[in-house]
């Protein structure tokens, strides 16, 4: 299995683009901004995109959703616990100050126990609120990884202090779904360098007597 990831827009959202050579198709998460970037590497690797997964509907995560919909074609996955936040994306450009981009419809309602297959790899939801009341997380069992969105970081967690953030709910959250996860699992944050399940259950200061 192919991965890329790339730092996409201003506030460097970690994009992922996962691409099964045998298929020839590809699952793209988070395209916050940069869509002409992700589209260049869709082309040279010859992939056609099968699912569009937001993790959040922070605008720097779901910026460029619409954009890349359009030039693909493909369906887009977020829980449905986000969808006012999403509604309000003009607010969210608001508070950065940028212009606010088209927004798209939602195709699918990305709940837990929902999965995503791309060549013999399963991507399963995990709901994993706090961040936002709609933040999943996508459980790579094949690759031994996580996509974590902005739950779960090197050394942090997401903020929980804007609208929808819950603090007590992040660390539910962590705690039941991803801390089960074995210590070799590559965890792959939304903002910042990857990091694995055993590092953070050490060493997080935020997880210490979960
Ligand atoms: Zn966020």
């Known amino acids: 299995m192919l991965h890329e990831i790339i730092p996409v827009g201003m506030l ?16 793209v998460i988070d ?4 869509i002409d970037r992700i589209l260049a590497i869709l082309e040279r690797h010859q992939l056609r995109v099968k699912a569009i997964v937001i993790t959040h509907a922070h605008i720097d995560h779901i910026g460029g959703a619409q954009k890349l919909k359009a030039a693909t074609g493909a369906p887009v996955y977020m829980n449905a616990n986000d969808q006012e936040l999403y509604d309000h994306l003009d607010m969210q450009a608001g508070w950065l100050g ?7 419809d939602i195709d699918v309602n990305a709940r837990e126990g929902e999965t995503l297959q791309l060549g013999t790899a ?5 709901a994993t609120p706090g961040h936002t009341q709609g933040s999943i997380s996508l459980w790579i ?15 942090s967690i997401g903020r929980t202090d804007l609208p929808g953030g819950n603090h007590r709910q992040i660390l539910r959250s962590i705690h039941d779904k991803l801390l089960p996860l074995a210590d070799n699992v590559v965890v792959i944050p939304g903002h910042g360098q990857n990091t694995t399940i055993g590092r953070e259950r050490r060493r997080n200061p935020f997880l210490q007597g979960l």
């Open 98 to 104: 940028i212009e606010a981009p088209d927004r798209t």
């Open 122 to 126: 399963e991507f399963h939801v995990l």
């Open 31 to 34: 395209p916050g901004d940069e």
């Open 141 to 155: 069992p094949a690759e031994n990884k996580l996509v974590a969105g902005d739950t779960l970081f090197l050394d």
């Open 12 to 27: 460097q959202c970690n994009c992922s683009i996962f691409g099964d050579e045998t298929s020839g198709e590809a699952v």
